[in-house]
């Protein structure tokens, strides 16, 4: 599939669909509630240009609503995945099906293994110690609360996104059973995000509005030779 014109913002691609039901039967959760769409690039760089460069060509948002919420949610609801997937028009188009799979994978992994409601934990679980934090009297002892509190924070979101991604690339391979598929799309997006340099980053943390890259493509590369 490819994007007919550049005024169309997404649409919804049905080979995924099926893709995901399959995913979804060899980790035996319930039929996914995972919608997979394609953002036109150019629609995203007319529409937002301002924001555009921070749109990452591939990304997801949902989880997995835990067994023990059927009594509040129902049972149709628990042990599903559920959420959207967005791959760029620029990933249709420059990919192979077997690249556009694994990238499928990969997102799909996250919402699985629920990375996305675990940063909303995060989040709020940080604005809780830092209300508590604000809360100490004693000047000093507020600052030096703040100053560990800061390494905290930026060494548990920094080692948290590093093993999602690489727990997201280990989980894809084994869903799409391929392996040399999986190399060659992480070579191919150094290639066109990185100028075919494998040390630059692939993913960032953003931590106190500091941004840092805390996983290269040579790591995501060498975590899939090995496995782990």
């Known amino acids: 599939m490819t994007m007919q014109s550049s005024d169309t913002l ?21 039929s996914p509630w995972v919608v997979p769409v394609v953002f036109s690039q150019q629609a ?8 555009s460069a921070y749109v990452p060509p591939a990304f997801t948002v949902g989880g997995v609503v835990p067994s023990y919420l059927e009594l509040l949610l129902g049972k149709d609801y628990v042990n599903r995945p559920i959420g959207i997937i967005a791959i760029s028009s620029d990933i249709q188009q420059a990919f192979n099906p077997i690249e556009r799979k694994f990238i499928v994978a990969h997102e799909y992994s ?12 995060g989040t709020v679980g940080s604005g809780i110690v830092e209300s508590t934090i604000s809360g100490i009297r004693d000047q000093g002892q507020r600052q030096l609360a703040y100053s560990i509190w800061s390494v905290v ?38 290639q066109r995000y990185a100028g075919n340099d494998l040390n630059q980053p692939t993913h960032y943390a953003i931590v106190d509005g500091a941004i840092a890259g805390v996983l290269t493509y040579r790591e995501r590369l060498n975590r899939i030779l090995i496995g782990a």
């Open 44 to 51: 995203v760089d007319q529409l937002f240009p301002q924001y």
């Open 10 to 30: 997404w649409r919804v691609v049905p080979t995924y669909q099926r893709a995901l039901s399959n995913f979804a039967r060899h980790d035996r959760v319930k």
């Open 153 to 190: 924070k930026q060494l548990a979101v920094v080692h948290f996104t590093k093993q999602s991604e690489v727990d997201a690339d280990i989980h894809a391979v084994k869903l799409i059973k391929d392996r040399s598929a999986a190399l060659s799309t992480i070579a191919k997006l150094a």
């Open 110 to 121: 996250h919402i699985l293994m629920n990375h996305w409601p675990m940063v909303w934990l």
